[in-house]
Structure formats: C-alpha cells, structure tokens
C-alpha cells in the first residue's frame, strides 16, 4: 500500500480490486464473478445494496476542495492538450479507483489524443469554469461536467516534486471526477472495478479479459504492446504469492508499459506514482509458474 508524508495514501487503496459492483453495462464484472465462481446477480447486488451503508464519494469525503485551500490555484493551468497530458505522471490518491486510473495511464501511452479530445474547458480561459469529460458508460458515450471545486485534496493529481503533497492537480483529476460525478459517487460504482471496466470506460472499445491460468503469455502481450493497445493487470487480492509478491501491491491494478525482450518480462507501471511507498515500476514473467499466484486478472483494449 502507497504512503506519503501526510498520509493521504493509506487506508483506502486495498479497494483497487473489483469488490462487485458498478453501472449494468460495464464489460468485465459478469466474467470475473464467473471466475471466481459466485453467484453473479447474487453478489453484484449486494454490493449494490450495500451503497447506502457506505459512505458516499464526494468533495467532502476526499479532503475538501483543492481550490478553498490553494486560493491562489488557476484551474485553467491544468494542461489538457495531447501535449501536455502526454508529459503528466499519475499519482493516485486515497480513493480505490487504480482500476480507472491505470486504464488513464494505458490510454496516455497509446492514444493520449483520444484523452484531449474527450476532455473540453469551459469559461475563458478555457478551464476557468470547469470542464465537460466524455465517457463511455452503459454502451454509450455521456458529457459529464466538472467544477473547479470538485477538484480535491486527496484525489488523484499529477507527480510534482519529491513528496505525494507536492503533487498538483492534473489532467487525471478532471477524469478522476467525472467518473466520481456520472456514478452519483456511489461507492460500488467508484471504489473498485477490473482492468476490462476502466479500459472500456476510458476508450469505448471492446477489452479481452483473461484470468488465472488463461492470461496471455510474454509473446502475447509483446504483441499487444507493439500493436499499441491499453493493457492492464490485477494483482491477487488477498495477497500476491508468486516471485514478485514482495514488490506488488495487493487488489491493485496496474499499467502494462512495455516489456523486455532479453528477460521475457513485461513492465508494471503503478498508479500510485513516483512518490509513494509502493515501487513505482514492478516486472514480472508471465513464464514463471507463480505468475497466476500474482496477477489474476489482464484487460486488453481495442
């Protein structure tokens, strides 16, 4: 689990992994109740029942607005062109969404012009009064608004500095918001989902969804890499178990960023950010026999 100095990394980040929930129409959540062999209608209603039982995703529940505590903040210098949101790094913050967060980061490597185009800013300068995210959600494409106050303290922000508070707000944290906004912050919908459901979210393409045994093998994901599609791996949620156990994150979803050819490893990029406890970059053999007791969980888009 990720830390920082003030301590805005703990707590909540063992959510990363789907828990069962979310918006009917996400790909991914059908097939890995499958897998894990429950009863589907069964469980993913009850997290949904559960919602009013948990406390709602908001402003307040994520250390208040960035803007009341940094007055001199402009939100319009939040970079949102191809340019600038391919320089930013993530740093993910206190809420459980690495599901989503990774699939921004995916999506940032093979097509970060699909992020500017999907993300507008509204007033003059563009910005100034918020901005409209695009999504795909329930099969289609929705226009979600975002407030310069519905940036928070503790949400997601981009690496700045040596330390997780030196972070600033980004372009990831608009999208961290729209995601928190079109799902009313319900908790089932926000906290944790699969890599399919993020990816699908982020690019409104199909994903292909492998688990446990039935992942892809290094020449497959070095396939899907030089092809340029987003590519995301869940860790076991109990406890990875496997050769690189000592250095992943549990319920935790991670970029797939590349691969070595010399060692027949692929390349874990975290969400958690430069600044965290956690390792920034992990690598891992999908050869290796305990692989399935580390990464339960691959999505691969379009």
């Given amino acids: 689990m990720g830390s920082s100095a003030d301590g805005a990394m703990s707590g909540t980040l063992l959510e990363c992994a789907w828990t069962g ?3 009917v129409g996400r790909r991914g959540e059908r097939e890995h109740m499958e897998f894990l062999g429950a009863d589907t209608e069964q469980v993913m209603g009850h997290a949904r029942a559960g919602d009013p039982f948990r406390d709602t995703v908001d402003t307040e529940s994520l250390g ?3 803007a009341d505590q940094h007055p001199d903040w402009d939100p319009e210098d939040i970079g949102i062109t191809e340019e600038d949101i391919s320089a930013a790094e993530m740093q993910q913050g206190t809420l459980g969404d690495c599901w989503y967060l990774a699939a921004i980061m995916a999506t940032q490597q093979t097509d970060p012009g699909l992020l500017a185009e999907n993300i507008t800013g509204l007033g ?3 910005g100034a009064d918020g901005w409209e ?3 795909f959600i329930d099969g ?5 608004p975002v407030s310069p106050d519905e940036i928070t303290v503790n949400g997601a922000r981009q690496v700045d500095g040596s330390d997780w508070a030196d972070g600033e707000p980004g372009f990831m944290s608009i999208y961290e918001r729209a995601m928190i906004n079109a799902h009313d912050g319900r908790p089932s919908a926000v906290s944790a989902d699969t890599p399919a459901a993020g990816i699908e979210m982020i690019t409104g393409g199909s994903t292909e969804t492998s688990t446990l045994g039935g992942q892809p093998s290094f020449e497959e994901y070095r396939e899907a890499i030089d092809a340029g599609r987003p590519i995301t791996v869940m860790t076991d949620p ?3 178990m496997g050769s690189s156990a000592d250095d992943l994150v549990a319920a935790h979803v991670y970029q797939v960023s590349g691969y070595d050819e010399s060692t027949g490893e ?3 990029a975290n969400p958690h950010g430069a600044n965290a406890g956690s390792p920034p970059e992990v690598r891992v053999d999908p050869s290796d026999p305990t692989f399935a007791n580390d990464i339960v969980m691959t999505g691969i888009g379009e």
Avoid: D, F, H, R
């Fill in 64 to 66: 208040g607005s960035y």
């Fill in 238 to 240: 109990i406890a990875p």
């Fill in 21 to 23: 929930g979310g918006p």
């Fill in 124 to 126: 003059s300068p563009p």
């Fill in 266 to 268: 692929i390349i874990l």
């Fill in 133 to 135: 995210v695009e999504l």
């Fill in 140 to 144: 289609e494409w929705q226009s979600v």
